[in-house]
């Protein structure tokens, strides 16, 4: 039997998006994010993890998503090291054999790398995220 | 040399684009937004096993100024009553475009190129003008529509 993908399914204004479980360190509520001026303004700020001072994003300010910069705050591990992502919700694990879709010509800048693909999850389309390709 | 064309009305001109690169034709539907979209994108949509993009064509050729689409339509997604998306495939890309109404499928003589400048549309989409009754039908390039960005 094909070993399956576990991703994390969470919500920006009510649509999917996915992160593989393995990149993802700690599912916690945003709470003592500290504003830092030396950061770049597309951070929220950054909040003490496992003893070390991670940068903090909002998925939703990189998206040009309106609304209130989540309730649910992921730790991740991206190629550069840990970073906190601000989301609206985690709905649920998705557990699946499926081989990501590719996004399809003409939608994306060739600049644009936020998205791994696509996947198919309970009858709409998820977009599985790229956490490397977050940053501008 | 007659080409067959699918007819179709935006903003109430006449524009065609070829038969054998249409797949389906839908009633329009709201599609999956994709945050960082160009801002002409609708969304995806997922057809018969198939992922769509679905392009907002008189955004495309300039006809409209950026709507409320993409990203930036939160809560703007509604009944678009009427309008229809025609499914192509270009080069073994599938997409779709967002019409107002398709009129028909019809034979037309090779477009005429070069002489009749466009009106209000951007000419880069533009492929030239098939004529028919007196009616104007502007064909459009379907490469150039899925390579816009």
Sequence with gaps: MAEG????????????????????????????????????????????????????????????????????????????????????????????????????AGVLNPGTHCYGGILRHRDSLVLLLNEDGLLP | MMINYLVFLLSGRLF????????????????????????????????????????????????????????????????RSGQSIILLEVNKNPFGIVVDAVVKMAPLKSPVTGVVKPQGVDPKFVQGFAYEDDREIMILDGERLLHAG
């Design chain 2, 16 to 79: 065609g684009v070829k038969l054998d690169g249409a797949i389906e034709i839908l009633p329009w539907r709201p599609s999956r937004r994709v945050p960082l979209a160009y801002s002409y994108v609708e969304g995806l949509l997922d057809y018969r096993g198939v992922v769509y993009p679905v392009f907002n064509i008189a955004q495309q050729l300039g006809m409209v100024k950026p709507g409320p689409i993409g990203p930036t339509a939160a809560e703007s997604v509604g009944t």
């Design chain 1, 5 to 104: 993908t576990r991703y994390l399914i969470l919500s920006l204004q009510g649509e999917g998006y996915a992160i593989p479980i393995s990149r993802l360190l700690e599912i916690t509520v945003p709470r003592d994010i500290q504003k830092d001026k030396g950061l770049s303004e597309v951070f929220e700020g950054k909040c003490e993890f496992r003893g070390r001072f991670v940068p903090v994003l909002s998925l939703k300010k990189i998206f040009n998503l309106s609304g209130n910069k989540g309730t649910a705050l992921l730790m991740v591990q991206n190629a550069k090291g840990m970073m906190g992502l601000l989301v609206d919700e985690v709905t649920e694990i998705f557990d699946t054999t499926q081989k990501p879709a590719p996004m399809p």
